[in-house]
Structures are given as structure tokens and as C-alpha cells.
């Protein structure tokens, strides 16, 4: 099958992109390689990607969604039947400074592709939501069935907007629409601003980190190969509109981790006490009932397990950085 895949450069994306190529799947990826993060880690990750494409398999276009005749051209060019949508501005900190960006790139964005998918005849999306959606949900754990009226950064909002938008276009037009609610994913070439990349380099490092208020939130981390799985099995639905959580159903505070941190290193913390910072949830934890019952999602990595390859990784990176 011939798939567009959007935001291939990143983190999930260029972990999802090896995997549609190992199915031996067609895959043209669209990425703007913005800023947000250094592009030279994009890069990285696209250089892996093209080494495991046979000729003809893998396109790298650079883009941008916000971009409609961009959007345009591509569609008309490479005729994908499905469109798996990821890129997208992420983080909740940043999007409280530049609502406006996260408005043109998560909602304006996605209707640009949505709108090319009718015009060129495709009718199938992945689209990647995020369990930020939930807000400061009182009720644990997270179901799908929850309200969530109530996002609480405009990331969140945004991400809600997609979901609505997905929804609208599957009415009208009888797309397969299936929104992925991610939960704090990590691993191998995670966003080096994320917490786990971010305390690793610093503990490591021997800096201190920042800890947002007492330690005690909670996150539902969920390991990539987790989140590669259940979007393979998401992409098996054949009709509908479809709205799954995956998460690893586990929470983890923010004091336990950053000890998980420190055995998995042999290295102590330096802990800067810093206030909650806006937007922040006290704490997320996916019910994943109905992506198990339906897809027959079966995470299976503990946080321990998976700290330990993360770290794994990270020094390798490091002494690849060394001797380059």
C-alpha cells in the first residue's frame, strides 16, 4: 500500500516508518524538519530509516502541512491511499507561549490533508492525538467514553480540535478515521526536551534537573515499541470512526522516576525545586479496555525494562557523538 506518512522525521514517526517498510509498504514522508528540536536528530533518524528502504520504497519530501498547494502537489503527485498523520507542534509548556503556531500547524494543518484526502480519493487516516485531552480529569483511569470539555493548554485544545475535525470528515465524506490518544511515549530517539531524555542528559551530565512541583504527579509512560504495535494493529480497521488510548496502564511519579533514572546511570540527581508549571495535569493513566478488547493492544514493557533501554541507547549516542 502506498501511505502518506506526516511528521516521518520524529520520534514515533520514524520508528513507524521503519515498520510500514519491513511490512513492505510504499512510504512518502513529509516533514518540515522545523527548529522546535535540533534537525540534525531528524536527519539522524532519516538516515536510519533509508537504510533499511529497498529502491523505490521511501520518498523524503520536505514541507510543510500548513502549506494547502504544497499539500496539493503532493497528493496529486504520489496518489497514497492512506494517510497516517503525525506531525504536529507538540508540548504543552510551548504551546501556552505560542498558541497561534500550535493553532496553524494541529488544526489548520490537518484539514489541509483532510481536504487533499477528498479531493485525490483517499479515505483512510491515523491520526495522533494526545492523553493531554483528558485535562486534570478527576476520574481514573482515562477512558475514551470521559468527558473532556476541558483541556487545559492549547495543545491540548488543539489536539481535541483534531480529533472533532477527524470525526466530521469521517460524517461527510464515510472516511476510516482512528484517533490514537498517546500516552507519554519514550524510548529510543525521544524529543531530547522530554523529561526522560532531558533528566538522563542531566544526571548523567552531572546538572541539576528541574522538578516541577513536589514530585508527586503522575505519568502513564509508555514504551515506543508499546505505541509502534497498537498503531500497526489500529491500522487493520476497516470502516468507521474509531477512538483508542494507548498508554502502558501504569503511572509512574515523577520522584520515582527520576530515581529509576539514577540507579539505571549509577549517578545521583541534583534536584532544583522549581513551582507546577501551567498546564501541567496532576496525572495520567489510560484505560485501555477497548483497544485491547478491539485491537488486541497488549503493552508489555515495564518502566523498568524500559528505562534500561532508553539508557541503553543514550550512551551509545553519546559515545557515537565522541568519536564523531
Known amino acids: 500500500m502506498k501511505i502518506l506518512l506526516t511528521g516521518g522525521a520524529g520520534f514515533i514517526g520514524s520508528h513507524f516508518a521503519e515498520s510500514l517498510l519491513t511490512e513492505g ?13 535540533d534537525p540534525a536528530i531528524k536527519e539522524k533518524n532519516l538516515h536510519e530509516i533509508e537504510k533499511k528502504a529497498t529502491p523505490g520504497q521511501w520518498t523524503d519530501l520536505r514541507g510543510d502541512i500548513r502549506d494547502r498547494e504544497f499539500v496539493e502537489d503532493v497528493f496529486k503527485a504520489y496518489q497514497p491511499e492512506e494517510v497516517v498523520h503525525l506531525a504536529a507542534m507538540a508540548g504543552v509548556r510551548p504551546s501556552i507561549a505560542d498558541p497561534l503556531t500550535y493553532q496553524e500547524v494541529n488544526i489548520q494543518g490537518t484539514v489541509n490533508l483532510l481536504e487533499a484526502m477528498k479531493a485525490h480519493g483517499a479515505h483512510r487516516m491515523i491520526f495522533a492525538s494526545s492523553s493531554s485531552v483528558y485535562g486534570n480529569n478527576p476520574k481514573v483511569p482515562f477512558s475514551e467514553d470521559d468527558n473532556v470539555d476541558h483541556p487545559i493548554s492549547p495543545y491540548a485544545a488543539t489536539k481535541k ?3 472533532l475535525i477527524c470525526y466530521t470528515y469521517h460524517h461527510l465524506y464515510q472516511f476510516t478515521m482512528v484517533a490514537l490518544r498517546f500516552f507519554t511515549v519514550y524510548g529510543p530517539r525521544q524529543r531530547p526536551e522530554m523529561a526522560i531524555h532531558k533528566f538522563t542528559r542531566l544526571i548523567d551530565e552531572g546538572s541539576p534537573i528541574p522538578m516541577f512541583g513536589d514530585g508527586t504527579s503522575k505519568r502513564d509512560y509508555t514504551y515506543i515499541d508499546d505505541i ?4 500497526r494493529r489500529a ?46 495535569v496532576n496525572i495520567t493513566y ?9 485491537l488486541g493492544y ?24 565522541f568519536r564523531g
Open 25 to 37: 509498504h510504499e512510504v512518502i514522508s513529509i516533514d518540515n524538519l522545523n527548529p522546535f528540536y
Open 286 to 294: 489510560a484505560d485501555i479496555s477497548r483497544a485491547r478488547r478491539e
Open 235 to 280: 491500522r487493520t480497521i476497516e470502516e468507521g470512526y474509531h477512538l483508542y488510548n494507548l498508554g502502558e496502564s501504569q503511572t509512574t511519579s515523577l520522584k520515582d522516576l527520576i530515581q529509576l533514572i539514577e540507579d539505571t546511570l549509577g549517578k545521583k540527581a541534583h534536584i532544583q525545586h522549581l513551582p507546577q508549571q501551567p498546564g501541567d
Open 298 to 321: 497488549h503493552p508489555h514493557t515495564p518502566m523498568k525494562e524500559g528505562i534500561r533501554r532508553f539508557v541503553a541507547w543514550y550512551r551509545n549516542l553519546r559515545q557515537d557523538s
Open 161 to 163: 480540535a483534531g480529533e
Open 228 to 231: 509502534i504495535d497498537g498503531m
